[in-house]
């Protein structure tokens, strides 16, 4: 499928909208119709098409958006498994975050024009051409903010902030210790740690990334390093924050390595994602596998543990004012020029399977971004992501197989 | 034992310093003596005794203290009990915060003179006329502090301010949920809470004592109600921040209360101490009866939880400069006559088990005293405490016996 790749990306398809006449009609241009990345099921890259589903009109208080750019985080990887608490049902337009110009408006929506520059949060279905969002999750974007920067700021930069300075309250002197650290919300927290005074971050990272993101790091230690003993040789104490989206037989370590009154913060569970399809087995073993705590032990300690979950603050919780009261910070900052988004690359939504094994093979430093007005580069011969034409086998062909920088970076 | 209880508590004993001699002269005035309280072993009230021992003199770095009043804290209940992890050898002079005069200094005590007035933490061996502790313990109070006053202090304003600040970043506009509203650190945290605009406190406390905290707290709930339900009726959210000195099932309950990035907070474990000398077993029980809490489920629901000792972070863990730093701030709020420790009462040395079944019967409203130059009051004679003449029997009379009113109010 290698050389056939492109055109089987541009096919389109209506997973969500049957319509057997418009399928093969191919006509992007219809205005009753958009262009979406869809998840056909929970599974490997083979469930991910590029197809046509009809345009959505904005519900009373609701923002419609024409995108300009998506947001692509670990998460989606993990909503592609089905490898999430309650999954939701199949079909769906996959994406949480994106970026582009208010072209509609909704019943009450005061605060909003068609035609402003904005970036927003999407309970699912970021990524196609036209969205609709409560205005709650939309804000608008300062003229000097590319849409790129735009798609790869709420998530990573709200997740940074409300850890750092709603969770752990960190201040001056102190350390944070952070996993990922090439990654967006890693590069998040680096530049947000470099706005408190005499902050020491320790990050890991694999040490092919290590020379592009020297100056934002205090300490790089290598992935696969034992970076309990690494932290421990310069710091004997321990930190003050631990950071960690890894999750598992990290959660001792990480505690093991707070000082007194320090808080480590769970923020993700990446390594739960081991292939294309393990899938709730994979999630319910890690539930059990992760060490349970003591409260007790917390006492005698002093110490402090939290989980830190955005899309459920905000999608299931109910906090979407105090995220845009962050926001609202982080536009400061922003123009300030203290923050910016470090974009690692943007892709077609055809190329949508490559950017996600990229991710998968932790070979992203920074955002990945989906350009809804890019067209799809040719796949290369040596592409490993291919899927059969019968494309339902569900093989275990992601992980790390050496090959993590077979993609060019775009930007 | 009710009518010689006088002359019994009066007895000299040397039970660390043993000196025959000594220990029949009964000579008060003694420069070379002190008078203490003494734990002659692990278990009920009977192991407290008031007797002689040697003067202590600074080593470096330490101040010397003509003591004036001691803090009586639930802690000491639970060390008396052996109820606590690793406890030390008997025999030991009881307590861990005290007010005075200093009256001697070793080398390297630069900061304080002679004739200051102070207050201070001990690692143990508050209760006596004098004592030594780490300059690094010790802070000057004002004049217009009261040593009662001072010896009512540092615990409870300490762990109030830490723990609604340092580690739960109380804000504007917060709700917090308080036990025992009407002991020492209730109180110090509701004047706290008073000091950040529209804070509410949910707090929970024996129906007769709501009468007189009613003004501090914004919501009392009846100590034996079934507070899940009368916040949730309030406000069916939860709260902010649960701050826990209960442990056992209060802590599942206490963090279904939570909002979202809410905190809940254990930092005492009082349900522990049922009698008198369940001790290590009642310990160990609810060591493993606590719910252990997944990281995972913080994770999904955006929480905290976290454990807060000041004792250990005290004399443990080394965190002498950051508590300094929080006692220069609570001086302030003193000052501003923002904030003021409510005594509940005076008592002698002597008097010593009198107090701590008065604090185990949840009979105090504010803090208990223990007043070094007071003379002790007759014994009434329903008291019920009393200890048989052999003094070693363990019996479990401690509990909640209907008595809490029999102790005179003295301030």
Chains 1, 2 share one sequence.
């Not at 005061?110 to 036209?130: C, L, P, T």
């Not at 735009?150 to 309250?169: D, I, R, S």
């Not at 032990?297 to 402090?304: D, F, G, I, P």
Request: glycine share 10%; net charge negative; with cysteine.
């Amino acid at each position: 499928m290698a050389n056939d790749g492109v055109d089987k990306s541009e096919e389109t398809e209506h997973m969500i909208e049957k319509d057997a006449a418009r399928e093969r009609s191919n006509v992007l241009g219809d205005t009753k119709e958009i262009r979406a990345v869809i998840l056909s099921g929970f599974g490997g890259l083979n469930k991910l098409r590029v197809a046509k589903k009809a345009m959505p009109e904005p519900q009373e208080g609701e923002v419609k958006i024409r995108v300009k750019a998506c947001g692509l985080n670990f998460i989606d990887l993990m909503v592609r498994q089905g490898n999430i608490e309650n999954p939701p049902k199949t079909p769906l337009v996959p994406g949480f975050e994106c970026s582009g110009i208010v072209e509609g408006l909704g019943d009450n929506t005061k605060g909003f024009e068609i035609g402003d520059r904005v970036m927003a949060f999407v309970n699912y279905s970021a990524w196609g051409e036209v969205v609709c969002t409560p205005m709650e999750f939309v804000y608008k974007i300062p003229d000097e903010m590319s849409f790129a920067e735009a798609a790869a700021f709420p998530m990573n930069f709200v997740t940074a902030y409300m850890m750092l300075f709603e969770v752990a309250n960190l201040r001056e002197g102190m350390s944070v210790l952070l996993h990922s650290a090439g990654g967006g919300v890693g590069q998040a927290v680096a530049q947000l740690c470099s706005t408190i005074p005499d902050v020491t971050v320790f990050g890991t990272a694999s040490s092919f990334k290590h020379e592009a993101i020297k100056d934002s790091i205090t300490h790089l230690i290598d992935r696969n390093a034992d970076y309990v003993q690494d932290v421990k040789r310069i710091s004997p104490d321990g930190v003050d924050i631990v950071l960690d989206c890894l999750c598992g037989e990290n959660t001792g370590k990480g505690l093991g390595l707070l000082k007194p009154l320090g808080t480590y913060i769970l923020y993700g569970s990446s390594n739960m994602v081991t292939g294309e399809t393990k899938s709730f087995f994979s999630f319910a073993k890690s539930w059990w596998q992760v060490e349970k705590v003591n409260p007790i032990k917390l006492y005698e300690e002093n110490k402090v543990i939290a989980g830190f979950s955005l899309l459920n603050l905000l999608f299931k919780q109910g906090r979407g004012a105090q995220v845009k009261a962050v926001i609202d910070k982080l536009m400061l900052l922003y123009k300030e020029k203290k923050i910016k988004p470090l974009v690692d690359s943007l892709w077609a939504l055809e190329e949508v399977k490559e950017a996600m094994q990229r991710i998968h093979d932790r070979g992203n430093i920074g955002k990945l971004i989906l350009d809804v007005e890019k067209s799809p580069t040719p796949l290369m011969a040596n592409d490993s992501t291919e899927t059969s034409e019968a494309g339902e086998e569900e093989e275990d062909h992601e992980g790390d197989n050496g090959n993590k920088e077979r993609m060019p970076f775009i930007q």
